[in-house]
Structure formats: C-alpha cells, structure tokens
C-alpha cells in the first residue's frame, strides 16, 4: 500500500529527470556559445560574398556621366581622387569647428578664472580688515590687561598701608552698617 501511495506522489520517473537534464544542458551550452559564433559568422558571410562579385570590367570613359554604374565609380581613380577631396575637406572643416569650440571653451575657462581671481582678491581684502580688527582688539585687550594690573597694585599698596596704620577690613562693614542704621533713623523722625 505504501508503495503504491509513494508512485502517486512522484511528480517525475528517472528517465523525465535524465531528459530534462540533458536539455537543460543543451540550452546552458546554447547561451554560452551562441553569441560567440553568431558574431564569427555574420563577419564570415560578407567576406564570402565579396569574393564571389566578379570584378567590373567596363570602359565608364565612354559611357555618359550620369549613367554610370555605381560599381565603375568604385574602381575609377579620378572620382576617389575627387571623394579623397571632399572627404579631406570635410575633415578639415570639422577640425575647425573644433578648434572654434575648443577656442570658446577655453575663453570661458579663463573668464571664470578671472572671476575667481576677483573674488579670491576681495575675500583677502576682507580677510586682512579682520585680522586688523583683531589685532587691534588684541592690543586693547593688552592695555586693558596692564591697567588692570596697574590698578591692582595700586589697590595692593593702599591696601598695604592702611594695614600698616591700623585698619581692618571688619571695621568698616561695620562703620558702614552703623552709619546706614544711623540715616535710616534719621529718616524716620
């Protein structure tokens, strides 16, 4: 029984396995080598044909102009000569519309360099009026500094003397509270 169940639920045999394999195989090797050769053979092809044309054997000097054949054309050394011509000065037109393009670009190259230019000269100028600024502000600030030190000192030496003659910093606090205590009195009468 549980081997006729297990038959059921194969979705494939062996040899289903061994086909699909095999074809999937086939298309891999299809993909990786297809390319390759169809590019070698499309350049095969016309190089066969080539050489199947047989030459042109006419005389185009005697036919008129404007029935030439286009394979005469090919092989006549005075209509390549005129199409060398055309083509040299096709060439050198298109050389000059270059150099003109690469001319113009160049001008605006150096346009915008000078403008850069310009603008590097007026950040500098700003620049040094800072560092001017700053300088001068550092110089006050020095000043500043040496009288404060100045007063300092002067502070220290009256302080130093008062000392000396018999001050005392609590003395005052209270001189100074007595003496408010004494005014507000004063105001209350």
């Known amino acids: ?10 979705t494939c045999s062996p040899g289903m396995m061994k086909v699909a394999m095999g074809l999937m195989g086939l298309c891999l090797a299809g993909y990786i ?8 053979l499309t350049e095969a092809l016309p190089s066969i044909r080539r050489a199947s044309c047989p030459p042109c054997l ?20 005075d209509m390549s000569e005129e199409t060398e011509k055309n083509f040299t000065a096709l060439l050198s037109e298109e050389l000059k ?24 000269s007026q950040y500098q100028k700003e620049a040094d009026k800072c560092n001017m600024g700053m300088g001068t ?14 007063q300092r000192e002067a502070t220290a030496m009256w302080e130093l003397r008062a000392r000396q003659k018999g001050w005392k910093e609590g003395l005052i606090k209270s001189h100074v509270t007595g003496f408010h205590g004494a005014s507000m009195e004063a105001d209350n009468m």
């Open 1 to 10: 029984m549980n081997l006729q169940q297990n038959k059921k639920h194969e």
């Open 33 to 40: 080598v297809g390319p390759p050769l169809y590019w070698h």
């Open 58 to 77: 006419c005389d185009c000097s005697s036919e008129p102009l404007l029935s030439i054949p286009q394979e005469c054309m090919k092989h006549e050394p």
């Open 97 to 120: 519309l270059r150099e003109a393009e690469a001319l113009e670009s160049q001008q605006r190259a150096d346009m915008a360099l000078l403008e850069a230019k310009k603008m590097m």
């Open 137 to 150: 502000c550092e110089e006050a600030r020095e000043k500043a500094e040496a009288a404060l030190q100045a």
